[in-house]
C-alpha cells in the first residue's frame, strides 16, 4: 500500500464542494494522503469564503458549479484578500464562461470529474512542493535586509526563475537553479552573457519593452513574454522585474513565471468549448462561426455554398437495443466516415444527439454538392460493427444552397432542416435538397404553430366527452375529454391534425393546462349535479416529462374543487419507455393524492408488461386497432392474451373503438372491464354529454 504523502505538514487545505458524497469521499482521501494537514470543508462558495477568512488555509479546493456562491466568484473574493492564495478547481462544469473565467480569475489547476485521483495527488504535491517552497522565500525575504547568506538561499530555492543583470550593457551577473534547470544551461554558459545573446527573447521587442516599462512605472508586474530554452522549447511566461543596487551599482532583478501550463489548459478549455466531446467534431457554435465567415466569402467571390443537415434513421433503436455505449460508438463510427468523404476544406460538425451537419464551400457550381452527398449516403451501405454486432443504419440528409435557398446563416440551416425531415417523412435513408414544395409545408407549419399559440387566447379550442361503459354494472362510470379546434379557416380539426405540430413545438404544455382546468372544472359541476363520474385526460409525452406536470395537475385540482380521486391520467406507451426518475416520482405523489394512471393504446408501442408493473399503473386501454379487427382469430387471441395477463397484474381493462354489437359481446364474454366507442356513445360537447347521462339515468 502506497504510504501517506509528507505534503503539506503544518498546512491545511480547505474543500469546498455542494454534493455531500462527493464532498466526503473527497475529504476522506486527501485526509488518507494527506495525514498531516488540517482539513476544513464546506458546501457552497459563501461558506468556503467565511471558513477561509476564518482560518487562511493554504490551498482551497473547490467545486465550480454550486448554489449561493459559484466557485469562480468564491475564488474572486479570495484573490483581493490575497492574490497568491493557490487554488484547485475539482468540477464536471465544461462551459465555456466558467472554464476560461477558471483561469482568468487565477485558479493553478483544473481537475475534471469523475476525479482521477492519482492526478489530483500530483497536481497537489507540486502544489505541496511550490506552498513549501513559497513559505520558505516568504521566511527568507522576512531577513532579507538582514543577511546576504539569506538572501543568497531565497534566490537559489525560489521555484521561479530568477536573474540579476547588469543595467549598463544587460549581462547577466547570477542566475538561480529554476533559471538553470528550466531553460537547460549550466551556470557558466549565462553568466557575463546577456539574454539576446542567449537567444532566450522569442520576440525581438519584448527586451525593449520591458525596459521601457521599467524607465515609465519603475518597476515591472506580470509582462507577458515569451521564452526560448536551450533545446528549444518555447515557454510562456510572465516577467516582474525591480531595479536594485549592488556595491553601489544599478542593477535588473527579474523573476519569470512559468505559465506555460496555464496556456495549454486555456488552450484545451477553447477547444472543449468549441468541440464535441465524444467525436472532438467542430460543434453548433464553432460551426455556425465557419459558416457565417465562409458566407461573407461567398457573397464577395459570387461563389455557391452548400449547408448539408444529416440525421441517422432509427437512432434511438441502437441505444435501445444495444445500450448507450454502443449508441456512443456508432456517433463516433459516423464522423470518421464522414470526415473520409467530405473534401478538405468542408466542415463536418455534430450539433447534438445524432443530428450532424455539413459546410460545403467554394462551389463554382450548384451540381458540385452532388458527388460528396452521394459518397456521404454510400458510406452508410457498410454495416458498422457495435459490439460485436453487425448493424445497418442509414442517413436522412436534406441540403440548402447559397444563394437561391437564403441569405443568412439561419435560413440555410432552417431550410436544410426542412429537407431532411421530408426525407424522414418519406422512405429515409436518403437526401434531398430544398425547393419550393418543402417551403410550402414549412410555412404551412409555421403558421400551424402561430395560430396554435393563440388559439387557447381566442377561445377556438373545445373539449367534446365520451362516455366509458362498465361491463361489470352497465353504467357510464367515467367521461374521456377529446380536444377539438375550431380553425378559424379550416374549420373542425381533430387532434391528429395538430397535436404532433403542438407536441414538437412545445405549445402542447399550455395547450394541456387548458385541457386539464376546464376539463376538471366540467367534471367538478357534474359531480355537484349528482352524476357519479371519473375523468379521463389524455397526456402527450412532451406534457407528461415536462417540469411542471405535478404542480399544475394540483393547481388544476386545487382551483376547481374536483376529487382527486376521480381524475384519470391517461398516458402514451411511449412516456412508459421513456419514464425517468423524476417523472415516476411525480406518478407517486399523484398516485398518493388520489389520481389514477391508464397507459393509452396499449399493444402498438413497445413498453411491456414487465415495465408497467415497476410504475403505479392501474389501466390498460387496448388500442382500437385490435379491436376493429376481432373477427380476425390472431387479434382475438392477442386481445384476450392482453385482458388475462392485465387482470393476473390486477389493471383494469377498457377496450377502445367498440362500434358493433358483436364486439361488445366478445369483451363481454372474455372478461373485458371496460369499453369506449361509438356503439357506447360519439364524443359529445358538455351539454349534450349531459343530456345523454340524464336520459341514461332516467331509464
Not at 483561469?103 to 502544489?127: A, Q, S, T
Not at 448493424?391 to 437564403?406: E, L, N, Q, Y
Not at 387496448?622 to 397484474?649: G, K, Q, Y
Not at 373485458?672 to 339515468?697: H, K, N, T, Y
Request: proline share 4%.
Amino acid at each position: 500500500m502506497e504510504q501517506p504523502r509528507q505534503r503539506f505538514k503544518d498546512a491545511s487545505l480547505l474543500l469546498v464542494e455542494d454534493e455531500i458524497e462527493a464532498r466526503d469521499m473527497l475529504a476522506r482521501m486527501l485526509a488518507l494522503n494527506y495525514p498531516e494537514a488540517r482539513i476544513y470543508t464546506a458546501d457552497d462558495g459563501r461558506s468556503g469564503l467565511e471558513l477561509y477568512r476564518l482560518y487562511q488555509p493554504d490551498v482551497i479546493i473547490t467545486d465550480i458549479n454550486m448554489p449561493q456562491m459559484n466557485g469562480i466568484a468564491m475564488a474572486r473574493e479570495i484573490k483581493q484578500i490575497d492574490p497568491d492564495a493557490t487554488i484547485v478547481a475539482v468540477t464536471a462544469h465544461s462551459e465555456t464562461s466558467y472554464l476560461i473565467n477558471a483561469v482568468e480569475v487565477g485558479m493553478d489547476h483544473y481537475i475534471l470529474k469523475p476525479v482521477n485521483y492519482p492526478e489530483l495527488f500530483r497536481v497537489l504535491d507540486r502544489v505541496g512542493e511550490k506552498l513549501t517552497l513559497r513559505r520558505l522565500v516568504a521566511q527568507q525575504v522576512a531577513a532579507l535586509r538582514a543577511s546576504e547568506r539569506r538572501f543568497s538561499t531565497i534566490f537559489h530555492a525560489t521555484p521561479d526563475l530568477l536573474s540579476i543583470a547588469s543595467l549598463a550593457d544587460g549581462r547577466l551577473v547570477e542566475v538561480n537553479e529554476a533559471f538553470l534547470r528550466v531553460l537547460g544551461f549550466d551556470r557558466e554558459e549565462v553568466i557575463g552573457r546577456s539574454g539576446e545573446e542567449l537567444g532566450l527573447w522569442l520576440d525581438e521587442g519584448q527586451p525593449g519593452a520591458l525596459l521601457f516599462e521599467l524607465s515609465e512605472k519603475g518597476t515591472v508586474r506580470d509582462l507577458e513574454v515569451r521564452f526560448r530554452a536551450k533545446s528549444g522549447q518555447e515557454l510562456e511566461g510572465l516577467v516582474s522585474a525591480d531595479c536594485i543596487e549592488i556595491e553601489g551599482s544599478p542593477f535588473l532583478l527579474t523573476l519569470f513565471k512559468d505559465i506555460s501550463e496555464r496556456k495549454r489548459l486555456e488552450q484545451v478549455i477553447r477547444h472543449q468549448a468549441q468541440h464535441d466531446p465524444l467525436t472532438d467534431l467542430p460543434n453548433r457554435k464553432l460551426f455556425m462561426d465557419f459558416l457565417a465567415l465562409e458566407l461573407a466569402q461567398a457573397r464577395r467571390n459570387r461563389k455557391h455554398l452548400a449547408v448539408l443537415f444529416l440525421d441517422l434513421d432509427h437512432f434511438k433503436q441502437i441505444n435501445d437495443t444495444l445500450g448507450h455505449a454502443a449508441g456512443d460508438q456508432l456517433l463516433q463510427s459516423v464522423a470518421q466516415r464522414l470526415k473520409k468523404c467530405v473534401r478538405e476544406s468542408d466542415t463536418v460538425a455534430r450539433i447534438g444527439g445524432d443530428e450532424f451537419n455539413v459546410l460545403m464551400p467554394d462551389l463554382a457550381q450548384a451540381d458540385d454538392v452532388g458527388t460528396v452527398v452521394n459518397k456521404i449516403v454510400g458510406v452508410f451501405q457498410a454495416p458498422f460493427r457495435l459490439e460485436g454486432v453487425e448493424v445497418k443504419v442509414g442517413t436522412s440528409v436534406g441540403i440548402s444552397m447559397f444563394p437561391a435557398d437564403g441569405e443568412s446563416c439561419e435560413e440555410l440551416l432552417q431550410k436544410a432542416d426542412g429537407a431532411m425531415y421530408a426525407v424522414k417523412q418519406n422512405r429515409g435513408n436518403s437526401y434531398q435538397f430544398y425547393n419550393s414544395e418543402i417551403n410550402a409545408r414549412t410555412v404551412n407549419r409555421q403558421n400551424l404553430e402561430r395560430q396554435l399559440r393563440e388559439a387557447v387566447s381566442k377561445g377556438e379550442l373545445q373539449l367534446l366527452y365520451q362516455p366509458a361503459l362498465s361491463l361489470g354494472n352497465g353504467r357510464i362510470i367515467a367521461a374521456e375529454a377529446l380536444l377539438r379546434w375550431h380553425h378559424p379557416e379550416r374549420g373542425l380539426l381533430l387532434p391528429e391534425q395538430f397535436i404532433g405540430v403542438a407536441e414538437e413545438t412545445g405549445v402542447i404544455v399550455p395547450i394541456g393546462e387548458w385541457v386539464i382546468h376546464h376539463a376538471c372544472a366540467q367534471m367538478k359541476l357534474w359531480q355537484d349535479g349528482g352524476f357519479d363520474l371519473s375523468l379521463a385526460v389524455n397526456l402527450s409525452n412532451r406534457e407528461f416529462h415536462q417540469p411542471h406536470f405535478l404542480e399544475q395537475t394540483l393547481t388544476a385540482l386545487s382551483e376547481t374543487g374536483m376529487k382527486a380521486g376521480t381524475l384519470q391520467m391517461e398516458i402514451p406507451e411511449r412516456a412508459i419507455m421513456e419514464n425517468g426518475a423524476s417523472s415516476r416520482q411525480n406518478m407517486l405523489r399523484l398516485t398518493e393524492a388520489g389520481v389514477a394512471f391508464c397507459v393509452d393504446d396499449f399493444g402498438v408501442g413497445s413498453s411491456s408488461l414487465q415495465r408497467i408493473r415497476q410504475l403505479p399503473i392501474a389501466k390498460l386501454k387496448i388500442d382500437r386497432s385490435f379491436i376493429r379487427n376481432l373477427e380476425n382469430p390472431d387479434n382475438l387471441d392477442v386481445v384476450t392474451a392482453m385482458i388475462c395477463m392485465s387482470h393476473s397484474l390486477k389493471l383494469t381493462v377498457n377496450a377502445v373503438g367498440v362500434e358493433r354489437p358483436e364486439q361488445l359481446e366478445l369483451m363481454q364474454n372474455y372478461g373485458c372491464d371496460e369499453v369506449q366507442g361509438d356503439l357506447i356513445g360519439r364524443p359529445l360537447p358538455a351539454a349534450e354529454f349531459e343530456g345523454m347521462l340524464a336520459r341514461r339515468s332516467a331509464r
